[in-house]
């Protein structure tokens, strides 16, 4: 089954990275049920995101936005 891709904002980004956001608990458990989604976003949203998120949150993101040669391109 092919996958479905989504557009996700710098407000999905913050709650996903955001352990003390509001809506960290919904953001996750709507990825969880969604696994074959694949998200999208551009770089000028994941610098906003990272203004928004503490200092673990900005290392979280920074690490799943870090090219690794085990899990699929970010942006492609």
Known sequence: MPSI?????TGCLVA???R???HHPSAVS??????RLTLHSIW???TEAGFFLDTAGKIALAIRFTPD????????
């Open 30 to 35: 709507f990825l969880e049920s969604n696994q």
């Open 44 to 46: 000028p949203v994941v």
């Open 5 to 9: 891709g989504a557009w996700i904002d």
């Open 69 to 76: 040669p085990s899990r699929p391109s970010v942006g492609h």
């Open 16 to 18: 996903l990275f955001a």
């Open 20 to 22: 003390d956001d509001p």
